[in-house]
């Protein structure tokens, strides 16, 4: 289901069309003064997209998916990771720093969605851009896509099928050339993935965004302990600057438990022998993890 | 005289199978009775489904064989057990051949034409539909593969190529189209990207231009058009995927199509096949201003992506590129518009992201439908306003 690029007809202050903002969060939208309002009292708070020039292209799109890509780290479970289906509604605030508040709503939908199976969740987020930093902080709540035990159990089912891979794994590319992935191997993928929403998650801006393009190498795979030791690298595709950045990914999984995850990620090579291509602070915070 | 043997009972062999672009085409070479006997057993079994292109004779013992995706695994662990040497030919010469094919089954109505080289010296063609002998009619351009990643705009073109050809004379439509319009076909715009992205790195956009000081290959040829050249949307950074190009038509790619547009002088539609996002864009890219057409222009492209959208309800946006997708400056689309040619579209096809540019193979004939029905409503317009 593709994310739509326009907006949801503006309909006032975001009045919701289904009951969907929680009461709480709706009054904490309202009474909480982020940033200082733009010059010009009374001015709505509608979706801004295309009337302040200062605001990036599909902007609520880009808030929707960092806040998904947080869902997914967070959820830590590869059974049931989300995409995103369409955003419902939203608003945008940039205050003097040009860092950028989006309150939105989006639903969402399975990402290995079984044959016929239709399951849209619902998600409401305060996505808080720090003007091309990274690490957007992000606060969401997403109604149940699965119910937990079901969640647990497919978890361990992945768990089991990944401890009874022969190591080494014989792994060139995933998805190979032509988009395909074996089936015994869509585990690792899914890991994989895993572990690149939290990359994906810290890598976007208002401006950048990030798809997972390849799994390119298993550097290392460890089951012998309790959980998955995964050592890899993944190719991301930035959009807007169509770039390719492989990321060296280290993660710990097991089903139930916080995900670890270490990672670096390749910058862009300069003409000149320097590399003077430090993003702000971009570089510091790619070390970061959470070990 | 082994070898007479041999090539009857290769080319008692066809094979109805659909076409599939995981498909390559193995260069085997046999140096012996053994080793003919040996690919023989292999080409004979049916559970391989391979295609002979060309069997060997009294000059050549090389053996090209058609092999399909899912079958090169397998193929490839018995040519190494049965220590027969073999080589993957590249890419695009399957393209090629299947153009050569087109032409040669519809002679009365498509040619394939050499409009240039690339920098690393392959044939660029075109493939011509046209009913009527000489004068310029009015003519579309359809151009493919320029982002050499991009594989499911080759192998849309390339179905594209042949259901022209099939529903000529058929459908009303395609039919009528043709009565009045010429189309000109370019599947692999950027054939030395392509062959690299086979062989090397499936991630690659640009060209494989180099140009000294500078230690990073390529360009972008889809920012080397002279439309705002080295504007907004762009970079000159020899190293970036969007890199423009030390000049305009730098890239002799681009000059080649150039060059064979403005001397033909009466294109009225230029439709460029991307990957990925499922867009359907109209100028501009290199500015927010609008259009002098914008208005139809959308309302040309709303009805298309209904059409496509009608086959299996994928949904397209539509819009001008510069706020739809990203700011782009020299574009091929936005080129084709200052230039005089109208109906300028371009088409970012599946997915939205899930697989990206690695578009699985089963997803090919579905995306190739759904487009067409997009690319008809395009066209049958155009015939209706031609200016």
Request: proline share 6%; glycine share 6%.
């Amino acid at each position: 289901m593709p994310p739509r690029l326009q907006p949801p007809p503006a309909s006032g202050t975001g009045r919701p069309r289904a009951a969907v903002l929680p009461l709480a969060l709706l009054l904490s939208l309202a009474l909480q003064g982020v940033a200082a309002a733009p010059a010009g009292a009374g001015e709505p708070e509608d979706s801004l997209r295309r009337r302040d020039p200062e605001l990036p292209r599909g902007l609520l799109e880009q808030a929707a998916r960092a806040a998904l890509h947080f869902v997914n780290f967070r959820a830590g479970s590869p059974s049931s990771l989300r995409v995103l289906a369409d955003v419902l509604e939203g608003r945008a605030r940039v205050n003097p720093k040009k860092e950028c508040q989006v309150d939105l709503v989006f639903t969402t939908d399975c990402y290995n969605p079984e044959e016929g199976e239709e399951r849209l969740g619902k998600c409401s987020a305060r996505v808080f851009f720090r003007n091309q930093k990274p690490r957007p902080a992000i606060n969401v709540t997403c109604t149940r896509l699965i119910e937990k035990n079901k969640r647990q159990q497919e978890d361990y089912l992945l768990y089991k099928h990944m401890k009874q891979l022969k190591t080494p794994l014989d792994v060139v590319s995933i998805p190979d050339s032509h988009g395909h992935i074996d089936p015994s191997l869509r585990p690792i993928w899914d890991l994989a993935f895993l572990g690149g929403s939290y990359v994906m998650w810290e890598k976007t801006t208002q401006f950048l965004h990030y798809y997972m393009a390849q799994l390119s190498s298993v550097n290392q795979w460890k089951t012998n302990d309790d959980a998955i030791d995964f050592d890899y690298t993944v190719l991301l595709h930035e959009f807007s600057t169509q770039e390719i950045i492989p990321c060296r990914i280290h993660l710990v999984w097991y089903p139930g438990k916080p995900l670890k995850v270490k990672y670096h990620c390749q910058e862009l090579q300069t003409p000149e022998e320097a590399s003077g291509t430090e993003e702000g602070s971009a570089v510091a915070p790619t070390e970061l993890n959470n070990f | 005289m082994k070898w007479i043997l041999f090539l009857g009972a290769l080319i008692g062999l066809s094979c109805g199978r659909e076409k599939f672009f995981g498909d390559q085409v193995f260069r085997i070479n046999v140096r012996n009775g053994d080793e003919i006997s040996k690919l023989s057993q292999l080409v004979n079994s049916d559970n391989f489904k391979l295609d002979v292109w060309k069997a060997p004779s009294t000059f050549s013992r090389l053996v090209d064989v058609l092999v399909p995706s899912v079958s090169l695994q397998p193929v490839k662990s018995f040519l190494k057990s049965q220590g027969l040497e073999y080589s993957v030919t590249i890419g695009d010469l399957q393209i090629y051949h299947e153009m050569d094919s087109i032409a040669g089954d519809f002679p009365d109505l498509a040619s394939r034409v050499k409009i240039g080289h690339s920098f690393e010296n392959r044939s660029m063609y075109v493939l011509k539909f046209g009913t009527a002998e000489g004068g310029r009619r009015p003519a579309v351009w359809l151009n493919a593969g320029i982002h050499s990643r991009e594989w499911i705009s080759v192998a849309t073109a390339i179905w594209t190529a042949r259901k022209i050809a099939s529903d000529y004379g058929k459908d009303p439509t395609i039919t009528s189209i043709l009565e009045k319009m010429d189309i000109f076909l370019l599947p692999v715009a950027n054939p030395d990207g392509y062959v690299y992205t086979q062989s090397q790195n499936r991630l690659w956009r640009k060209t494989r231009s180099i140009y000294p000081r500078s230690r990073c290959v390529g360009t972008d040829p889809n920012r080397n058009w002279n439309a705002s050249f080295a504007g907004e949307g762009a970079s000159d950074n020899p190293c970036s995927e969007i890199y423009h190009g030390p000049h305009a038509n730098s890239e002799v790619e681009v000059k080649s199509v150039v060059d064979f547009i403005q001397e033909h002088g009466n294109f009225k539609c230029f439709i460029d096949l991307h990957s990925y996002s499922q867009l359907l864009m109209y100028p501009y890219g290199y500015t927010v201003k609008k259009a002098p057409d914008a208005d139809e222009l959308d309302k040309v492209a709303r009805r298309a992506a209904k059409a496509l959208a009608s086959l299996s309800g994928t949904t397209y946006q539509v819009g001008p590129t510069c706020t739809t997708v990203y700011p782009a400056s020299g574009s091929s689309v936005d080129w084709a518009y200052d230039n005089g040619i109208k109906y300028a579209f371009t088409f970012e096809l599946r997915d939205t992201g899930h697989y990206g540019f690695l578009l699985p193979a089963n997803q090919i004939i579905p995306t190739a439908e759904e487009t067409w029905l997009g690319l008809k409503t395009i066209m049958e317009h155009v015939r209706d306003n031609l200016y």
